[in-house]
């Protein structure tokens, strides 16, 4: 036992303390013990005599207390370390001995939701600074303040990932000197970095694949180099205060896009003219795209679109003109179109699309009888219609006037010709509306003596002008007799 290099064992259920008797596999070269049960504090001496150590992983137990992680300051062979931590009672410190400058060059560094430096004001690891080898960098969900550490891509010429993610970082996006075509995942969501994001972006890191920088108060437009990242697919940009138009060939390259997020953001304008388009998921909801002859969307293929998103804008126009140009979404599981401006009849073919499983059409201006309650639009409540006054049929109160079959138009149903409205509300909303002038128009009278001294000056004066015209139409005829 004493010459085993590697012990893995993960993915088990062992609980209690680590035992002691692992200190003494001295050429031990890989430690893993993730997901398991294990309990209590790791104590520095339990890796004292592990100094040809390469990889650790203590992810995903139960552990407790304080772990300094100075006590690896002399595994000069050490490469690897990942913890990430399951509950919120163990702490990792970075900072004690002050100074201290290790002794390894490590290539992946995870410390996910470990308290790190939760009593030294939460600042980033400074022995960061003396490592130029990471590949891979992870201290998402820990709560670390100060600057945006830009620096930590400047390090590290050979970065590939870098997860920023749930902290609580200020300052702005600084881009490193250097080009960087190793660099394919930044996630820096979820903090509170500010400014824009740098023009060349892209031509810097032309390989990212995946950026999220999503819930932050980042602004300005967005960079057109991103066309330059030939290997983008997820872009996440949500929750921010973008502005301006999206560039407007943001997809010449960008030919396996799986996510496009650009929600709660104030963008205008197109999204892009070109075909050949293509991404699973385009939520471009709550912003401020407007007229759909813009055609922002319409000329896009989506013909592999799982999730669409483009309510609370301010979109216009015929609604089955707009879906019709869609009509090749066949394998759509989610479409929301509310809160815009879109007006018609809603086409009955989209009961064919039997893998929609949300549709939103509420708070528009609608019209005409919802399509047949089968297949998946048979599970679509209210909620999905609400808002529009003149849509009728179930699962809405409004109910649908039926017409002897000889009266049917002869245009195709999904026209906007001749549509049913239910009589009875479009009198009682009559009424209601004249009920409300004259209230009001009572009240000015009530409450403004101006106002009411006029109206009561018309009265007269149309009284005494009817008088006059009566007489004279009485009068008139009986003086010409006499003549």
């Keep these: 036992m004493k010459n085993l290099q590697e012990l893995d064992l993960s993915y088990n259920m062992f609980e209690g303390n680590l035992p002691q008797c692992i200190n003494e596999l001295s050429l031990l070269k890989v430690l893993e013990i993730s997901s398991n049960q294990f309990t209590g504090i790791i104590q520095p001496s339990f890796t004292t005599n592990l100094t ?3 990889y650790i992983n203590f992810s995903h137990n139960k552990f407790e207390g304080l772990l300094s992680f100075s006590s690896f ?5 050490l490469e690897v370390f990942q913890f990430i931590n399951d509950n919120d009672k163990s702490e990792l410190e970075t900072e004690e001995p002050s100074r201290w400058i290790p002794l390894f060059q490590l290539k992946v560094l995870v410390l996910s939701s470990c308290n790190v430096n939760k009593h030294k004001r939460n600042v980033v690891p400074s022995f960061l600074l003396h490592q130029h080898k990471l590949c891979v960098l992870d201290l998402s969900h820990n709560s670390l ?3 945006l550490p830009n620096w930590l891509v400047e390090n590290n010429t050979m970065l590939e990932v870098l997860y920023l993610r749930n902290n609580s970082f200020d300052g702005s996006i600084r881009m490193p000197e250097f080009r960087n075509l190793h660099f394919t995942e930044m996630d820096a969501s979820g903090n509170h970095i500010i400014g824009t994001i740098p023009g060349n972006t892209g031509r810097l890191f032309p390989s990212l694949s995946f ?7 980042l602004s300005g437009s967005m960079p057109s180099s991103i066309n330059s990242m030939g290997e983008l697919n997820i872009l996440d940009l949500s929750d921010n205060k973008f502005s301006g138009e999206v560039p407007k060939n943001l997809d010449i390259s960008l030919y396996t896009f799986d996510m496009l997020l650009l929600d709660n953001n104030f963008f205008t304008g197109e999204i892009s003219k070109n075909k050949s388009f293509d991404v699973s998921i385009l939520d471009i909801s709550d912003n401020l795209f407007s007229d759909s002859h813009d055609q922002f969307l319409i000329p896009l293929n989506l013909t592999s679109v799982l999730t669409l998103d483009i309510g609370n804008n301010y979109l216009s126009g015929k609604i089955h003109e707009f879906l019709e140009q869609l009509s090749e979404l066949t394998k759509i599981e989610s479409l929301d179109l509310s809160s815009n401006r879109l007006s018609g009849k809603i086409p009955s073919k989209l009961i064919t699309l039997t893998t929609l499983s949300v549709f939103n059409v509420s708070y ?9 309650t089968k297949g998946q639009f048979g599970t679509f409540t209210y909620a999905s219609y609400k808002g529009n006054q003149l849509l009728c049929g179930l699962p809405l109160e409004n109910k649908c006037t039926t017409t002897s079959p000889a009266t049917i138009p002869s245009a195709n149903e999904d026209t906007e010709k001749g549509y049913d409205i239910d009589m009875v509300w479009f009198i009682g909303s009559l009424s209601s509306t004249w009920s409300v002038f004259l209230l009001g128009f009572v009240a000015i009278l009530y409450t403004n003596p101006y106002c009411r001294g006029r109206w009561f000056y018309f009265i007269e004066e149309f009284m005494y002008a009817s008088y006059y015209f009566l007489c004279e139409l009485v009068l008139r005829p009986s003086m010409l007799l006499n003549k």
Excluded: C, D
């Design 73 to 77: 300051a002399n595994h000069t062979k």
């Design 52 to 54: 040809s150590l390469e």
């Design 364 to 372: 528009n201006n609608l019209s005409g009888r919802l399509p047949e």
């Design 211 to 217: 950026l999220n920088l999503s819930m932050n108060s």
């Design 145 to 147: 303040k100060g600057n």
